[in-house]
């Protein structure tokens, strides 16, 4: 189990974490989301000791990490920054981590064969493709049986098939009692993966609540029509409670060179819709609930604390003076 | 690497947590570190042809040149001291190469991001850098008492037309282990400075300044007693004369064992704080 306590990171002038406080439970998969820049690895780094907090701490088991002895029996940690030597075989990279906790040799080529890298365990990791140092990452995370894991985008320039790899692999962990905390700016990797969200923006708190939760969070469901009777409709449903708005995302299988007018219902089911339009005779073209999406909610939630977004419109053009420095 | 391993069993690791690790099981991970990458290799390749090489090639200089021009004064000083003639040189470019080792055993862990992985095992920090500091000088000071003896054995043979010299003169001995010794310290000393500044070409250059550009600028400075104390109390000037018999220097101001402990007192300083900023930085 993970606790973070109003946990503050400072760089210079600039806020990496802000008072930030949650805890991440056992037996499920947490979510760490937040756009790039939010502070999500910086969290992480504070949470293994990398770096040390402005202010605020973070526990493992109530420990803090530094504290615990042979820590990664406890904890096993995937960091997207690289943290292995190009010259360095993925044998001796898990060798002397292996040796620093008292470990068997023999768990190292257990590793090896549980994240299939034994064929090229020989190998100078520089060599190796992202998806094999992903491998090899995790089978450092892996290698003292942790029973907390903190993985740092860890599906990032991923294939398919590696992607559904580690997504499997940590739901399975989590399936095993042990505490999953991930960390992604992709939502809808969040919400195939995720049982449980924990979000931040520029450091702070957002959201910490189940997915489903977040999701319905969001802007809520609506209903796309296409009729070419949107004034009659639109008043039939204004009356039964509804409200409506002309215009619409287009979606999937609308047909483009329809001109018929769409319309965006919120407050009344898909369902009652058609039966309004039914019993007043109304032609319908369109009736597609639209589902509000973990990335709509993500978007909602964040649009505020973007780190980079606002930034387009700054930057300076070049001086054009000519002057010479 | 097909999926299907995705859900392949982890098995429980043999050790549990609470029962620490121990300082031996360390030494072991630094020693699997040095000795698993190709640069340990190459720098220690090259510091036995540098210092092997070099202490023949200057002996045989000699030797062949006995009372060539303007030799004399060179001839005065292999008969008075002739460690000077077989280490000088050696040792001077050997410690090159190990300086080289000794940044990269510390700042390529930083340059390659693999010192997330090692503080992630050993959070608490100094422990790992301890390990290196003694994996490092077990291992250097072992091959370089061969070398120094090496060196020795060779310079001597081929000055033996010229000076006799042996072990059992006064003063060999200790100069030859003593040349052993100050390499290893020195590659330690170059380690202190990785620690300190965990760039690779800057933590070299640093070293290479000390033990290069230091020297020649001392020779630049006026020969008054203030001068000569602040220049002989410097790392290379001072940990130098233990690898001598008599250096006849109006610079020198401390006795061989002396000098050798004042390079050891910097290389401690700088452990030292390189440890506490280790403790105190963000990795």
């Known amino acids: 189990m993970i606790e973070v306590k109003d946990l503050t990171k400072r760089f210079g002038n600039k806020v990496a974490v802000d008072h930030l406080s949650f805890s991440v439970q056992p037996g499920r998969v947490t979510g760490f989301l937040g756009p790039n820049g939010a502070g999500k690895s910086t969290t992480m780094r504070l949470i293994l000791g990398l770096d040390h907090p402005t202010s605020g701490s973070a526990s493992i088991f109530g420990k803090p990490y530094a504290s615990l002895a042979n820590p990664l029996l406890t904890v096993g940690a995937l960091l997207e920054a690289k943290s292995v030597h190009g010259g360095r075989t993925a044998r001796n990279h898990l060798l002397f981590l292996a040796q620093t906790q008292g470990l068997p040799k023999s768990r190292v080529d257990e590793m090896l064969d549980v994240v299939g890298l034994r064929d090229v365990a020989g190998k100078r990791t520089r060599s190796y493709s992202l998806g094999m140092s992903q491998r090899l990452g995790v089978a450092a995370a892996l290698l003292g049986d942790p029973q907390v894991l903190l993985l740092d985008e860890p599906v990032n320039g991923l294939d398919p098939e590696g992607v559904l790899w580690i997504r499997n692999l940590m739901k399975h962990l989590a399936?095993?009692?042990?505490?999953?905390?991930?960390?992604?700016h992709l939502m809808n990797e969040m919400a195939v993966t995720a049982d449980h969200l924990i979000v931040i923006g520029r450091?702070?708190?957002?959201?910490?609540?189940?997915?489903?939760?977040?999701?319905?969070?969001?802007?809520?469901?609506?209903?796309?029509?296409?009729?070419?009777?949107?004034?009659?409709?639109?008043?039939?449903?204004?009356?039964?409670?509804g409200s409506v708005v002309p215009g619409g995302n287009g979606g999937l299988g609308s047909d483009p060179d329809d001109k018929t007018p769409v319309l965006t219902v919120t407050g009344v089911p898909a369902a009652r819709i058609g039966q309004i339009a039914a019993s007043a005779a109304i032609v319908l073209h369109e009736l597609t609930p639209q589902l509000a999406t973990l990335e709509d909610a993500f978007l909602e939630l964040t649009s505020d604390s973007l780190e980079f977004g606002h930034r387009i419109a700054d930057v300076p053009a070049p001086a054009t003076d000519g002057s010479v420095r | 690497m097909s999926v299907t391993r995705a859900t392949a069993e982890v098995a429980p690791a043999a050790a549990r947590p609470g029962r620490p690790a121990g300082f031996g099981h360390l030494l072991l991970s630094e020693w699997t570190k040095i000795?698993?990458?190709r640069s340990t290799t190459w720098t220690l390749f090259a510091f036995v042809i540098v210092t092997i090489g070099f202490a023949a090639l200057i002996t045989w200089v000699t030797a062949a040149n006995w009372t060539g021009p303007h030799a004399a004064e060179r001839d005065a000083r292999a008969i008075a001291d002739p460690t000077s003639i077989i280490f000088g040189v050696a040792v001077y470019l050997g410690q090159l190469t190990l300086s080289v080792l000794g940044v990269l055993v510390i700042a390529a862990e930083y340059s390659s991001g693999v010192i997330r992985a090692s503080l992630l095992a050993v959070p608490k920090r100094l422990p790992m850098l301890l390990a290196k500091v003694f994996v490092f000088a077990i291992l250097v000071g072992i091959l370089a008492e061969i070398v120094a003896f090496g060196s020795f054995f060779v310079g001597s043979a081929i000055l033996h037309t010229r000076v006799s010299v042996s072990l059992s003169d006064p003063g060999i001995l200790r100069a030859t282990i003593g040349a052993g010794l100050y390499l290893t310290v020195f590659g330690l000393f170059a380690m202190g400075i990785g620690t300190l500044i965990r760039h690779t070409a800057g933590a070299i250059s640093t070293a290479v300044g000390v033990a290069f550009v230091l020297p020649i600028l001392s020779g630049l400075l006026p020969d008054t007693s203030f001068w000569n104390h602040l220049v002989g109390y410097l790392p290379e000037q001072a940990g130098s004369l233990v690898y001598l018999v008599h250096e006849t220097s109006s610079q020198i101001v401390l006795s061989a064992w002396q000098g050798f402990g004042v390079l050891c007192l910097w290389t401690a300083l700088l452990l030292v704080i390189g440890g506490y900023l280790l403790r105190r930085r963000d990795a």
């Not at chain 1, 399936?175 to 992604?184: A, M, P």
């Not at chain 1, 969070?217 to 009729?227: E, L």
């Open chain 2, 35 to 37: 000795r698993s990458v």
């Open chain 1, 203 to 241: 450091g702070r708190l957002l959201a910490n609540a189940p997915t489903a939760e977040v999701v319905a969070r969001g802007s809520g469901q609506s209903v796309r029509v296409r009729t070419p009777d949107a004034d009659r409709l639109t008043a039939l449903i204004t009356d039964a409670g």
């Open chain 1, 175 to 184: 399936g095993q009692g042990k505490t999953v905390l991930v960390s992604s």
